[in-house]
Structure formats: structure tokens, C-alpha cells
């Protein structure tokens, strides 16, 4: 019995799978192009994240170099130096090649070189805290919350541990810090226990608040929106719960939460005194601090 010749039906339907696959790979990379613009970063709030982005994707483009080349390199000579039928014995064997070496060592010193003069070029400008700030505020990390200080307008604001409980609804119960929008906001960064660390991901820039010590950072941010914050520093247990948002609002609205706190009593400064809580199974970490002798 004859065969059906089905290949023009075989060769319809390979046709129509690349074409799926091809409009499947174009969808997935114009969702995504936005992302990989910036290097898979979190989209930036603050003009420091431009510089951030900048660096961060110039470094993996070096990088991608270097490694094409080395990949082309060691594929090149497996295939051009693969063993032969006819080959008898070991290939000839040296012990060395002194211009190879010094090539092997001077270009990744270069290499290096010019990655740390970028990165502290940009270092420098990310660290400098000496322009005159819009807002100053003095954030507090302690086992395992926060404080915020508004020194501007001498009220304060306080968190508790957060309870990750897994439902909706856990990051209103978050320590929210506010922000005006275009403003040049400096952070002074203190700690009362351990080393913790200031990361507000979307500002592309952390900075460790260490017990005793005083740190600056200043970030001017560019654009309105709710943003996530956490401690980037390994501090105890419930490290993972020390969580807080950023809202960055417009003038009039941050002015109005300065208002709403005052008229909640909430003014003077909050004690930044080394404080360490006895912590109890299953319960939050902070205590209340009070301003004392009606803030400092």
C-alpha cells in the first residue's frame, strides 16, 4: 500500500510553530525591553539612580565583551588544536610564554583599573552630602523597625516590627516615610543596637547606619510614588521584618502630613540613644520612645 506524502502538511505546521514562536519571542522582548534598558535595576527614583543605572549597565557590557572573547578563544582552540587520528604521543610541551603572560597580566590590571576609577568617580558624586538639602531627616534603625526624625519641622514619626502574616493589607501597618518630590533630601543615619543598613531599592543607594556613628546620605528625588525600603544589613532574627515604605507626594501633601503629625503631639525629636530591647517569643521588638523634656 502507497504511502501518504504528508510533508508539505510537515513542513505548514513547522512553519506556522516558528512563526508562534517568533511573535512569542518579539511579545516577551518588548515587555521586557524596558527592564533590560536599565539592566534589570528597579526603575530609578532619584537622579543618583540615572548615574547607578549608567555604571551598572557599562560594567556588563564590559564584561560581556570579555567573556565573547574568551569564549571565542577557548572554543577556537579546542577545535583548531583537537587531537588527530595520526597524532602520536603529547603535543609539544612549553613551559612558558613570556609576551602571553605579560598580556594575561597587564590587561586585566588595566581592566581593573578602569573599573575603580569609574566607580569611585561615581562614588564620590553619589557620597557628596556637602550641597545645602530641601529636607533633612533623621532616620533611626533599631531591632527591627524604624524611627524618622524630621528635623526641619522638629516632629517625628515611629514604626513597629512588622507582622508578615502573609495576607493583604500588611504594608499599610508599615512605618511610612515621606518625601517632597524634587527635593534634596540628606539622611542622618543612626542606630541604636547593631549595624543595620538604609536601602530604599528604587534610589539605587544604601548606606550602613552603625551604633556610635553618624553616616550621610543625600538623594534628590525626581518623581511621585510609593516605593519599598528595608534593612540591607544582616541584624538578628527578625531582620527580614524590618521593612518600611517611602511615599514621595508633592509639597503641599508632605507639608500637610508635617501638620498632621504635629497635631497628633508627635513633635520635639525622638531619643537616639543605644537602646537594646528584651525581645519575648512572638512579640514586637519596640517600646515607645518619647521625646524627652518635650524634644530635644
Known sequence: MPRHDDSPRRGRRSRVALGGLAALAAISLSGCSDALSRGFLPRGASTGADRVTALWIAMWITALAVGCLVWGLTIWCIVRYRRKKDDVGLPPQLRYNV??????????????????????RDEAVLLDTSAEPDVTINVVGKQWSWDFN???????????????????????????LYLPENSRVTFVLTARDVIHSFWVPAFQQKLDMVPGKVNKLQVHTQQQGTFQGKCAELCGAYHATMLFNVKVVSREEYDRHMADLKARGQTGMLDNSLSRQHLEPGQPS???YQPQGGGN
Open 99 to 120: 609576551p602571553i603572560e605579560i598580556l594575561y597580566t597587564v590587561i586585566p590590571v588595566m581592566m581593573v583599573g578602569v573599573i575603580f576609577f569609574f566607580t569611585a
Open 150 to 176: 524630621y528635623v526641619d519641622d522638629k516632629v517625628w514619626d515611629s514604626g513597629v516590627q512588622a507582622q508578615l502574616t502573609g495576607k493583604p493589607g500588611v504594608e499599610e501597618t508599615l512605618p511610612t
Open 286 to 288: 519596640y517600646q515607645q
